[in-house]
């Protein structure tokens, strides 16, 4: 078919490069390039509506030919995609994206400048080593020994893998047996579920409790509270690892001292795994515990988890490392080294260079100081309009409570939206009518549950000033929804 730029008929085509831009570009198509008759009524000619109706039956039958495992199948369409269909629909263009936590700005000029160069090396050019490149792992165990309090051994207590996410894949895949129980707090980060799943683990949901006030004050993300009763009934003989994350994505809540060595308690008591999940560690507001520094006891039953691409903002590196005990280290590399071989050679030699000058480009100190006066940035619309918010003690997220928004009677939401909770109704309704995406946390719950967080919406600001400014100008046309 030969396609020309034309005044005829307008098509919208999704950038790539750029989540929630949308092009419209005008094509006009030569009838004498189409196989049949583009005109008369109905508009597509009979023939093409054979062709689509016997494709769609032979692929009806391919699928029901090749059904689909249950790990994969049946599951609800899941959040991102729904604020794709959003964004893509909505006649406020371009959306301001607040949903997905990518940065929007490139990592510092020392790091882009080591990815450059380690490109022009001939070994950063080929497989690494299973357990990460030598230079990683000595600059993380450097980096890592004094806040556990003692020297790491970079061969046998540091493993890199493919990201964050296959690194604690790699951690249930080395130790989670079908039946095997894992414990998470909800809310919870939504690739823990599958990757759980994924080896036959069973989950058991402790919830954070949000403050009861939530709806009529601003508060801490400290307010986000544990029953710790209700966590120590969750623990029993088929319990085989439990799962923290601090700084917490959503809440932003980084967990004292206090709640750790609780935690720790509950989990040498049953001898449960630790698998702490650090992605965060280095932006935080408050004082910040390692579970693991607490007690050389839960240093050895306990697996960190962290992210080069989140500390240098290079999400899309694919560079994560665990760090922990020879004894648990190693079934985790053996679980990576069958589920990816190796990760990254040239950008594992970018984030060495990058853990190894931090500190002498005062990196660490000015991500903090930048990130902090981010949120303080965004969330004077919150206050100007009264809405109530969770103030993050640590990470990139904000929640805000959308209680006294009022959504118009009778609004059309799609079918797979109305029937979800209020807060995907609100994260559409935001995108179609102010053009701004924001993630409705209780995607990250269980339906049990889901009732916690339907007022809640999560909105990250790691993106530039302007985005942010223009997200809050467009935020307050939310006035006139207010009940």
Same mark, same amino acid.
Not at 261 to 268: C, H, T, V
Not at 397 to 405: H, P, Q
């Given at each position: 078919?030969?396609?020309?730029?034309?005044?005829?008929?307008?098509?919208?085509?999704?950038?790539?490069?750029?989540?929630?831009?949308?092009?419209?570009?005008?094509?006009?198509?030569?009838?004498?390039?189409?196989?049949?008759?583009?005109?008369?009524?109905?508009?597509?000619?009979?023939?093409?509506?054979?062709?689509?109706?016997?494709?769609?039956?032979?692929?009806?039958?391919?699928?029901?030919?090749?059904?689909?495992?249950?790990?994969?199948?049946?599951?609800?369409?899941?959040?991102?995609?729904?604020?794709?269909?959003?964004?893509?629909?909505?006649?406020?263009?371009?959306?301001?994206?607040?949903?997905?936590?990518?940065?929007?700005?490139?990592?510092?000029?020392?790091?882009?400048?080591?990815?450059?160069?380690?490109?022009?090396?001939?070994?950063?050019?080929?497989?690494?080593?299973?357990?990460?490149?030598?230079?990683?792992?000595?600059?993380?165990?450097?980096?890592?020994?004094?806040?556990f309090g003692r020297r790491l051994d970079p061969e046998t207590e540091v493993t890199i893998?493919?990201?964050?996410?296959?690194?604690?894949?790699?951690?249930?895949?080395?130790?989670?047996?079908?039946?095997?129980?894992?414990?998470?707090?909800?809310?919870?980060?939504?690739?823990?579920?599958?990757?759980?799943?994924?080896?036959?683990?069973?989950?058991?949901?402790?919830?954070?409790?949000?403050?009861?006030?939530?709806?009529?004050?601003?508060?801490?993300?400290a307010n986000w509270s544990i029953d710790f009763e209700e966590l120590e009934k969750t623990?029993?003989?088929?319990?085989?690892?439990?799962?923290?994350?601090?700084?917490?994505?959503?809440?932003?809540?980084?967990?004292?001292?206090?709640?750790?060595?609780?935690?720790?308690?509950?989990?040498?008591?049953?001898?449960?795994?630790?698998?702490?999940?650090?992605?965060?560690?280095?932006?935080?507001?408050?004082?910040?515990?390692? /579970?693991?520094?607490?007690? @050389? +006891?839960?240093?050895?039953?306990? %697996?960190?988890?962290? $992210?080069?691409? &989140?500390?240098?903002?290079?999400?899309?590196?694919?560079?994560?490392?665990?760090?922990?005990?020879?004894?648990?280290?190693?079934?985790?590399?053996?679980?990576?080294?069958?589920?990816?071989?190796?990760?990254?050679?040239?950008?594992?030699?970018?984030?060495?260079?990058?853990?190894?000058?931090?500190?002498?480009?005062?990196?660490?100190?000015?991500?903090?100081?930048?990130?902090?006066?981010?949120?303080?940035?965004?969330?004077?619309?919150?206050?100007?309009?009264? /809405?109530?918010?969770?103030? @993050? +003690?640590?990470?990139?997220?904000? %929640?805000?409570?959308? $209680?006294?928004? &009022?959504?118009?009677?009778?609004?059309?939401?799609?079918?797979?939206?109305?029937?979800?909770?209020?807060?995907?109704?609100?994260?559409?309704?935001?995108?179609?009518?102010?053009?701004?995406?924001?993630?409705?946390?209780?995607?990250?719950?269980?339906?049990?549950?889901?009732?916690l967080a339907e007022d809640w919406m999560r909105f990250a600001v790691c993106k530039n000033?302007?985005?942010?400014?223009?997200?809050?100008?467009?935020?307050?046309?939310?006035?006139?929804?207010?009940?």
């Amino acid at each position: 078919m030969n396609v020309n730029l034309a005044n005829s008929t307008t098509v919208a085509v999704r950038s790539v490069s750029r989540p929630f831009t949308i092009t419209r570009y005008s094509v006009s198509i030569s009838n004498k390039s189409l196989p049949f008759r583009a005109r008369g009524s109905p508009p597509w000619p009979s023939q093409f509506q054979i062709h689509c109706r016997r494709t769609m039956s032979s692929t009806a039958a391919l699928e029901a030919k090749f059904a689909p495992a249950k790990r994969v199948a049946g599951q609800k369409q899941d959040v991102w995609s729904i604020v794709n269909e959003a964004a893509a629909a909505s006649p406020v263009q371009p959306i301001v994206n607040m949903g997905q936590g990518f940065f929007g700005y490139n990592p510092p000029q020392f790091i882009l400048d080591a990815a450059k160069g380690a490109l022009d090396r001939v070994e950063c050019n080929q497989y690494s080593p299973t357990k990460g490149r030598p230079r990683l792992k000595k600059a993380l165990a450097d980096a890592y020994s004094p806040f556990f309090g003692r020297r790491l051994d970079p061969e046998t207590e540091v493993t890199i893998t493919t990201g964050a996410n296959e690194g604690m894949l790699s951690a249930f895949m080395g130790f989670i047996e079908p039946g095997d129980e894992v414990i998470i707090f909800e809310p919870f980060f939504d690739q823990y579920i599958s990757n759980i799943e994924m080896p036959g683990g069973t989950i058991r949901y402790v919830p954070l409790h949000p403050p009861k006030d939530g709806a009529q004050r601003t508060s801490s993300a400290a307010n986000w509270s544990i029953d710790f009763e209700e966590l120590e009934k969750t623990f029993n003989s088929k319990t085989k690892m439990i799962v923290l994350n601090s700084p917490h994505n959503p809440v932003g809540k980084v967990f004292s001292k206090d709640e750790l060595q609780r935690i720790g308690d509950l989990a040498l008591k049953h001898n449960v795994i630790i698998l702490s999940d650090e992605v965060y560690d280095r932006l935080y507001y408050v004082p910040f515990t390692r /579970i693991a520094a607490l007690s @050389p +006891e839960l240093a050895n039953i306990t %697996l960190t988890v962290g $992210s080069a691409g &989140k500390n240098f903002y290079a999400t899309g590196w694919r560079v994560g490392y665990l760090i922990g005990p020879p004894h648990l280290i190693k079934y985790v590399a053996a679980a990576h080294t069958r589920i990816c071989y190796s990760s990254v050679s040239p950008l594992q030699e970018a984030a060495a260079i990058g853990f190894e000058q931090a500190d002498k480009e005062g990196f660490w100190d000015q991500a903090v100081t930048d990130m902090k006066a981010k949120v303080d940035r965004f969330t004077q619309v919150f206050d100007e309009l009264d /809405i109530p918010y969770s103030i @993050p +003690e640590g990470g990139y997220f904000v %929640l805000a409570n959308l $209680s006294k928004v &009022k959504l118009p009677e009778g609004y059309s939401f799609p079918d797979h939206v109305k029937d979800r909770p209020r807060d995907f109704k609100i994260s559409w309704f935001l995108i179609m009518e102010l053009g701004v995406a924001a993630i409705p946390p209780t995607e990250f719950y269980t339906d049990e549950r889901a009732h916690l967080a339907e007022d809640w919406m999560r909105f990250a600001v790691c993106k530039n000033d302007d985005v942010l400014d223009d997200a809050k100008e467009r935020l307050r046309g939310l006035k006139k929804y207010f009940a």
